[in-house]
């Protein structure tokens, strides 16, 4: 089936910022037969994605860019060709409490010069809410463009999670938040083809519906983390009460208490908190989250010692069978227990490379997890990858008087902290 947006374009669609969700959406839009390329200003991005190799993990994904329809160019006038451009560069946020807008100003700047009448622009990255109306304001300040005129402009936002994009992208609805019915209509065409259906607002609404889904899994996950607290201030068992207070239980669901954080979590409750001077829920949803490592090496202090011995960490992406490191909370956990002078840390994390970046300047050995844990101490699990019961398991046969830390429950000892014989029993 052709559906095609224009006949009188190249393209139907140009990807600008074919990260962990541009190539994803780029490649699922090429897969329901819309003509699609790309833009990006990473060369490595360009090379990996035009030889036709996914530059990160994401499942479902190899075959189709195996095909090598889907390329990606350096220069913005690609922008030219396509009817619709799709915007998925990152948003970050800066050092203080502040949206760092830095990239959609230089994509704006990049591509503006190309923009044209009639093309429908779509923010898809992740936005503080104004940010789709400073996009309007900037075009037609910088070009002769009128939105809802000459030009379309959409809110469109991203709400899968990595590693399941490509079901998602097909199962999820679309939000779409215009100002013109032009933009919504054509918005809706270009997603009709993916999403199974759409739900139309403004602007603002849109910025804020992808934002509450995700600070309200960032509180969920914090409750959970202070759960884990006030049941060990109790000498109780976490996973066992957890358990009860799910089972058969209609009206609240508690997640795993864990290591939370990651590029999208922590950084989308910044994008609301900056428009508060006031303390409220979500600082303090941070605050408990962050303060997950500092409770972890103390508490684990204080029934070992950890200074002069050998501690293995296991994992260290931002979340469990994932490449991603972006904002994991793992290298603070690592500074923690640093801070305690161990005689080695040991790290280990099978779905990254022979080295792994703990810092812009300090790079270590990737252990295997078998080579981290035969001798060490102290064995963290700092992220639920899958497997992780089975290694913790032949530490219970080989060193079975390491103590583990695994708030995550992958052994299933139904405790925080505890000598890997116990898994034996
Ligand atoms: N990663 C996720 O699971 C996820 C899910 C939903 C929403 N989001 C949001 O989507 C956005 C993108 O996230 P991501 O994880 O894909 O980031 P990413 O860093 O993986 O991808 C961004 C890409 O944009 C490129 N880029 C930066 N500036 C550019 C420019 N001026 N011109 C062209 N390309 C440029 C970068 O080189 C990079 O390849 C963020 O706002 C994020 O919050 C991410």
Redesign the pocket.
């Known amino acids: 089936m052709n559906v095609s947006l224009s006949d009188s374009n190249e393209f139907d669609v140009c990807i ?8 994803p959406l780029g490649l699922s839009m090429l897969e329901t037969g819309l003509r699609v390329t790309g ?4 060369p490595a ?1 360009r090379a990996s994605v035009n030889q036709g190799i996914m ?2 993990a994401e499942p479902g994904y190899d075959e189709l860019i195996a095909r090598r329809s889907f390329q990606v160019s350096g220069d ?1 006038a690609v922008i030219q060709s396509a009817a619709s451009i799709v915007i ?5 946020l800066h050092t203080h409490i502040e949206t760092d807008l830095d ?1 959609i100003r ?2 704006l ?3 503006g010069p190309h923009l044209r009448t009639g093309h429908l622009v779509c923010l ?4 503080a809410p104004g940010t789709t109306q400073f996009v309007e304001k900037w075009i037609e300040r910088n070009t002769a463009l009128k939105v809802g005129d000459s030009l379309s402009l959409a809110f469109c ?6 590693g399941k ?1 490509y079901e998602e992208l097909r199962s999820l609805t679309q939000i779409i938040g215009t100002h013109d019915q032009t933009s919504a209509e054509r918005a809706e065409r270009l997603f009709s083809g993916l999403a199974p259906d759409v739900m139309h607002t403004d602007y603002v609404s849109a910025e804020l519906v ?1 934002l509450f889904n ?1 600070i309200a899994r960032y509180v969920h996950f914090a409750v959970a983390n202070q759960f884990a607290l006030v049941a060990d201030t109790f000498g109780t068992n976490i996973y066992e009460i957890r358990r009860m207070a799910n089972h058969n239980y209609p009206r609240s669901h508690i997640a795993m208490p864990g290591l939370t954080a990651g ?2 979590l922590r ?2 409750f910044g994008m609301i908190n900056e428009w508060s001077p006031y303390p409220d829920m979500l600082l303090a949803a941070w605050k408990m989250n962050e303060f997950i490592p500092t409770f972890l090496v103390t508490h684990l202090k204080q029934r070992v010692p950890v200074h002069d011995r050998k501690v293995a960490v296991l994992g260290y992406t931002f979340k469990m069978d994932t490449d ?1 490191t ?1 904002d994991s909370l793992v290298p603070k956990l690592i500074r923690y227990l640093e801070r305690e002078m161990p005689s080695e840390i040991r790290v280990s994390d099978h779905h990254l490379s022979a080295e792994i970046e703990l810092s812009p300047t300090r790079r270590v050995e990737n252990w295997t997890a078998a080579d981290a844990c035969r001798d060490a101490h102290c064995v963290f699990v700092a992220t639920n990858h899958s497997g992780y019961d089975d290694v913790l398991n032949q530490v219970a046969l080989e060193n079975p008087d390491a103590w583990i830390v695994d708030i995550w429950n992958v052994g299933q000892a139904d405790k925080i902290f505890y000598q890997a014989k116990m898994l034996r029993d």
């Open positions: 600008v910022g074919t990260g962990r969700v541009g190539l833009l990006d200003v990473d991005i530059p990160f913005p998925t560069v990152g948003t970050p990239q230089r994509v700047e990049s591509i898809r990255s992740t936005v936002p991203e709400r899968i999670a990595e994009a992808k995700n590029t999208c950084k989308d991603d972006r």
